[in-house]
Every structure is written in C-alpha cells, then in structure tokens.
C-alpha cells in the first residue's frame, strides 16, 4: 500500500511554497493545489490598471505556485472554488456590512472553503492529510484525546485569531509545518531551497478587498448585483444626541474608527457604534469607545467539548488587539453555545461582527462572534 | 516524483506529433530556413515546400490549393472568418452562429457585437445539434454571414452544415463552418459541402501547434483583418511558419491516406463504443451526452452523476489517465460547460461531465485500464462526496 499524499494549499506565496517543498524534501508524497477563490478582474471599477495583479488568487499568484510545484517536481492543480467562496464568505461579509457589524472573511473563508471543501478536494486526489502556510501548532492532547490549537512560535505571524472554528475533525487532519518556525526562518528556508517566490511580498490586505477599502468594494459588488444602496445617507451624531454632520452610509463606518468622520470637532471623535436600520453613526470621546462586557455567540470550542463553569482566560478581539485577561461565562441553558466576556480591565471597540479567541498562554480554548 | 506512466485520452485537446511529421518539421526547421518570400534560392526552396504542403491540405478538403491561406491556428481563421466578412460590409449587419461553438467563435462574435453587429445565437436540442430550420428562421435581410461548427469539441455532434449550407446558399448568404474538429476525424469537402469559409487547425490532426489554414472560396466577398506585407495572396501578413506548414502538410496528406484505407476511424470508433459500454455496464448513475447526435468517431461525453467533474479529472490524473471535463480553454472556469447547458443539462450534471477524446495510438488495453480507473475513482469520490 503506497503511502498516501498530503494535498497541500499553495497560494503562490512563500509560506505554503515552503511548505510544500519542505514536506516534499522530507521525501514525502505532496500534491499542490491552488485554490481559485475569487476573479480578480471581475468589478472592474475597482480591480486597478493589472487587473489584481499582486493580490491573492491573481493570475501571477497561479503562475508563482505553478513554477514552484514545477521545481519541487510534484504533480499541481488549480481547483476552482469561486462559487462556493462567493456563497460562504463574500456574501455573508457583505451582508454583516450592512447590517453594522464588522466581518472577518478570513475566518468564514478557513470555516468553509480552506478546511471544509479543500478537505473534500484531499479526498477526491487520495490525500488523507492536507497541510497550509497557516502559522499556528496543532498537538493531540495525550489525556483528553483532543486536537490543541496552538499559538505559532512566531508570536508576530500567529493566526490562530482565524482559526478558532476549526473541528476536531478538520485539525485531526491538518498540518502547520510553519507553526514551529519564524517568519525569517522561513524565508531563509525558502532560499536555501531556491524557491522562485523566496522574496516575494507577504500579502496583507482581504484577498478580494483591493487596498482594505471595503467601501468602495460593497458599493461595486452591490453595484454588479443590481442592488445599489438606496437612501444610504444618514447622520452622525453624539452620544447625547448632538447631530454633527452626514455620512454616505453606515457601511463606510467600523466601531473605533477615527479618521474620514468629515467632521471638525475640537477633541478627537471615534466611532462608537453604527446603527443601519436608522442609519445612524454614533460618535464619541476614546473612553466611550470601552466596554467590559461582550456576548460571543457561535462559540466553537477546540480545547474542551463545553463550557460547564467559568473559566479564565486571555480573550483577543481583533487580529493585533494584545489578548486581554476575562472571566468567560457559560450564558445559560437557554443559549447554546453563546458565553459572555466579563474584562478585568475595559476594552476599547469592542466590536460586534469581528471574533473573539479565548487563549489560556498558548492554548487556543475556542472562540466565537461578538454580538 | 510522479512515476505513473500516463496514458493520454485528450485528443480533442491537441494530438502528439505523429513521427513522421516530425521528420518533415525538424528537416525543415534545421534545413529549409529561407523566407518563403526570398527571390533567391533558399526562399525558392521554402516556397515550394509551403506551396507543396498547401496542395495537400487543399487536397484533404477538397479545396482548390489558392483558396487555401495559412494562418496560426484555428482561433485566427475564425476570427479572420468572421471580422472579415463583417467589414466587408456596411451597416446594418447581422450574422446568425449557433449557442454550442467554440470561444474562438463566440468571442469574436461578441467582440462584432460591441462593434455595432447584431447576433443570432441558434440553440441546439438535448442531442446537442443545431436544427437548420432554426438558421433559416433567423434569417435578415441584413444578415451577412452564417456561422456553424461542423463537429462540436466537447461532445462531437456533427452538425447539419450541408443543409445549413444549402439554405445559407438560397438565401445568398455567405458561409462560415469552423471545421477545426471535423478534419481527419470525418471526410470533409468544402466543395461538395458548399461553405464558403472554413477553419481548420493542424494540431488536431498530429501536427504541431501554432499553425492552421483558413479556406476562403474563389470570389467569396472577405476583407483582410491584418495588415503588412503580400504573404498569403495579401489574405494575412506575415512570414510564413514554414516548419509548422509543411508539418501540417504531411500530416494531412496522410490523413487522406487513413480515410482512403479506412481503416483508422472504424478502429477508434470501436474503441470510443467499447469505452462507453465499459462505463455505461459497470458504473451506475452515467449516461452519453448527446449520444443520440451523429458524432465524430473519437469523441464520447460521460456525466457521472453525484461527481465533481474537475476532482474527477485530477484523480484520473493522479492515476495516469488524460481526460478533460470539455474543451481545454474552459477549465478553470466558474460556469460548467456552454455546449452542455445548452443542451439542457442542468448545471450540476454539467459539472459532472467528462471528456474522453481518443485518438490513433489508443489501444484497447488502454481502454480498458481507463474503465477500470474510472470505476474505482468514481466509486471513491461518491463514497466521499457528502453533497452526492
């Protein structure tokens, strides 16, 4: 019985090309794929003169990946997985935009198309396990049996914020040959293995988001449906009521956002919360913006089956927000699966829409959206 | 790495260079390097093999050698086809293609479209066949050309183009087939056919790619669409791809060698029968697409139904087996295939459509092997798949 292969995810990047030619120089059996997400000429009001050039899953990103299968000597394929991707995560993220809430398509797009299709896609080539450039440790716990999610060595690269809705399942299956390395080690990997992409840039910004302007995206993606924003205009006001000034819709506007408010005021105003259904922003003074508590519903939990006591915990509210220490508290029995997030000290945007990770050090307990 | 001995059922894709092409090819690539335009005698010797090549391609679809222009491949002759004949002609125009052509059709007729054309798209039925009653429905007074492939890529429904002909001809209407996956597969005889223009592309055929040849009848009404020198009887600029003419020369020459004997088609007729029974006996849930049309002998479409046609491919790949889920320009694509759906097919049976083209070096053997992976492979993506 031949030894079965391991489906790796190539993006084109060096992360996911260092893992594929690291696994293959460990001698063992690699198949890259390339998963097609997102058609980057598509809107074209907002794809820029090269047509998405430098962003992910553009043409370039295919031909970085193909060259780098082509070198390593394993057999590669690009899957398409625009439709599923368009369902599962742009969607949903331009819904919870609208609905004033701030999404993470990048949790969505891991949930259900990285870890949920791309596994069906191992399967079909024969692959038991698949392997990602994700910085994140997977470890089986020797006592409870369960897969640990752990943070990455590389506590700058750590992306174990998006990856809290992983099953034990889907991590029983997965490999993070990243996770014990930092980024330069990588690098330098990739450059000891003569890897094309060995200086290629790291990729920042959401995938199908050109330059993090969500705004404009909505405007066009709603524009392409056919379904442009009606009536958008609203107003700012203050929380005692002040009206301010006009805004072009609430979807321009996330909770702790400071700068494009286009208001003059003495002292500087944030974004305390946006209502869609009156289309109203709120804005107030930095200490407004801290909350003590959040509900968290749709909690995954990875460390333990469930939440039966209160348990303590670090608990990250946003990618580079620095986890701070909680109380996390099962919400009753009337709601699964939903907990409340009691802070030690109050935290500033607390904001619905994005994740909230619930750390104990390293351990990833579990996580969930904030209400 | 990868050691599986592969076996290559995409012919409908390209075909390998058949050996003794190659021997023309590399004799002319090494010795035969003058200008075919050169008045001196290095051009001289160009041209006569060029124009000896012309007179075997000619000969193959019963075409006067004059009327034959070589172009770059198929994609070019359609585009010439049909931009020439569009501007040709003044205001309004209208030219009638059907919903099953190749992108080298469709996109030229879309790019007219921009320009100001108006266009007909006939639609086929379930057999995947344009009806000739349809075309001669859509006829305008404005219509300037009709458009029809003769043997669809994807499928290889052989459509009515003598009648469609016929009615084009009554109508007085000039006559574009794209042949590009009929010839060497069925006899063809733009003569006996009456078209008045017909593309044709040398790498079906066991010749190399980046050649092809646009047959334009004597006196038929066409506009250059490049513009340079006096190549090609000022029909398409450019110096000739001297190697690739001759290469497609040969291989035509002994296309009308096969269909003289008869033997070569009959054989992979018997094969593409012997791979659908295989299939269509031991794997529940499959069926012919188009089965009913009357098809190019080496083309069978297969849906598997419950499969994911591109995990399918790359399994069968894996495995050491060449297909494809519909013509090679497609894959990748978001939208199943344009010929399937409009046939009828829903969209998840078109998805889960497979291409099997075979071609001179299939052997029953291979056949076989192929049914076999094929019962395995589908068996296991059904036994994975949770939206089957």
Redesign the interface.
């Given at each position: 019985m031949p030894e079965l292969?391991i489906a790796v995810a190539m993006s084109g990047g060096v992360d996911s090309s260092t893992v594929a030619a690291l696994l293959?120089r460990q001698g063992r059996s690699v198949?890259g794929l390339t998963m097609?997400l997102w058609?980057q000429r598509r809107l074209p009001e907002i794809a820029g003169e090269a047509g998405g050039t430098g962003r992910c899953c553009s043409l370039d990103d295919v031909y970085d990946a193909r060259r780098v299968a082509g070198q390593?000597?394993?057999?590669y394929?690009?899957?398409?997985f625009?439709?599923q991707f368009e369902e599962r995560v742009v969607k949903p993220f331009v819904e919870e935009y609208l609905a004033g809430r701030t999404p993470i398509p990048c949790t969505l797009c891991n949930n259900y198309i990285k870890f949920d299709r791309f596994l069906?896609?191992a399967?079909?080539?024969?692959a038991d396990q698949i392997a990602t450039g994700h910085y994140a440790r997977v470890r089986r716990c020797p006592e409870s049996g369960r897969y640990q999610l752990r943070r990455a060595v590389d506590a700058a690269k750590d992306q174990t914020y998006f990856l809290f809705g992983l099953t034990q399942e889907q991590l029983a299956r997965t490999l993070f040959p990243l996770g014990e390395m930092t980024k330069p080690e990588v690098r330098e990997l990739a450059r000891d293995l003569n890897l094309a992409v060995a200086a290629k840039g790291d990729s920042q910004e959401i995938c199908f988001v050109p330059n993090g302007d969500y705004a404009t995206f909505l405007d066009a993606y709603l524009k392409e449906r056919g379904e442009a924003l009606s009536a958008a205009r609203g107003s700012i006001v203050t929380t005692d009521g002040r009206a301010l000034g006009e805004h072009e819709g609430v979807h321009h506007f996330t909770v702790g956002q400071r700068r494009g408010l286009g208001v003059a005021t003495g002292e500087p105003l944030y974004v305390i919360a946006t209502d869609p259904r009156t289309r109203k922003v709120v804005v107030g003074s930095g200490n407004e913006l801290l909350r003590s508590r959040a509900f968290v519903k749709d909690v995954n939990w990875i460390s333990f089956a469930d939440l039966c006591q209160p348990v303590r915990a670090q608990v990250k509210i946003r990618n580079k927000h620095a986890a701070a220490p909680a109380w996390i508290l099962p919400a009753g029995a009337g709601n699964p699966n939903c907990v409340e997030v009691s802070f030690d000290e109050p935290q500033r945007a607390v904001t619905p829409g994005q994740a909230a990770v619930f750390y104990q050090d390293d351990l990833v307990l579990g996580g969930g959206w904030i209400e | 790495?990868?050691t599986v001995r592969h076996i290559y059922f995409d012919h409908n894709a390209t075909t390998p260079v058949s050996p003794e092409v190659l021997e023309v090819v590399v004799s002319a690539l090494g010795q035969t390097y003058g200008n075919a335009s050169s008045i001196h005698s290095f051009g001289q010797a160009a041209k006569q093999q060029m124009e000896a090549a012309r007179r075997q391609v000619a000969a193959l679809i019963h075409a006067s050698p004059k009327e034959v222009v070589f172009t770059s491949g198929g994609t070019e002759s359609d585009n010439m086809a049909l931009l020439g004949v569009a501007r040709a002609t003044l205001e309004p125009r209208h030219i009638i293609t059907t919903a099953i052509e190749h992108p080298a059709v469709l996109g030229a007729s879309a790019q007219l479209e921009r320009e100001g054309v108006k266009i007909t798209r006939v639609p086929v039925g379930a057999a995947g066949v344009a009806d000739p009653d349809k075309v001669r429905a859509a006829l305008r007074p404005e219509t300037v050309l009709v458009s029809v492939m003769h043997a669809n890529n994807e499928t290889g429904a052989i459509q009515p183009v003598g009648e469609i002909a016929h009615i084009a001809r009554e109508a007085g209407i000039p006559f574009h087939v794209d042949g590009v996956q009929a010839l060497g597969k069925i006899p063809v005889d733009v003569a006996a056919l009456g078209v008045d223009f017909y593309s044709v592309s040398a790498h079906k055929l066991y010749a190399p790619k980046g050649v092809g040849a646009l047959y334009i009848r004597k006196g038929a009404r066409w506009n250059a669409t490049t513009f340079g020198g006096h190549h090609e009887r000022d029909r398409r600029p450019g110096t000739e791809n001297v190697p690739g003419i001759v290469g497609f020369g040969a291989a035509a020459e002994m296309a009308g060698r096969g269909f003289a004997a008869g033997r070569d088609l009959t054989a992979i007729a018997a094969l593409r029968d012997r791979l659908e029974t295989a299939v269509l006996d031991r794997i529940p849930g499959t069926g012919v697409n188009g089965a009913v049309a009357r098809r190019v002998p080496n083309t069978t479409n297969i849906y598997f139904d419950g499969i994911?046609g591109?995990?399918?491919v790359?399994?069968l790949?894996?495995m050491g087996f060449a297909v494809s889920t519909g013509s090679a320009c497609s894959s990748?694509?978001?939208t199943p295939s344009h010929v399937l759906t409009a046939m009828g097919l829903p969209a998840e049976r078109a998805r889960a459509s497979i291409r099997f083209s075979l071609g001179l070096s299939n052997t029953v053997e291979q056949v076989d092997a192929l049914a076999g992976a094929l019962e395995h492979a589908v068996a296991?993506?059904r036994r994975?798949?949770?939206y089957a």
């Open positions: 292969p293959a198949v097609q058609n390593i000597g394993i057999p394929y690009v899957v398409n625009e439709e069906e896609m399967d079909a080539v024969g | 790495m990868n994911d591109e995990a399918l790359i399994a790949d894996l990748g694509a978001v296991r993506l994975i798949s949770v």
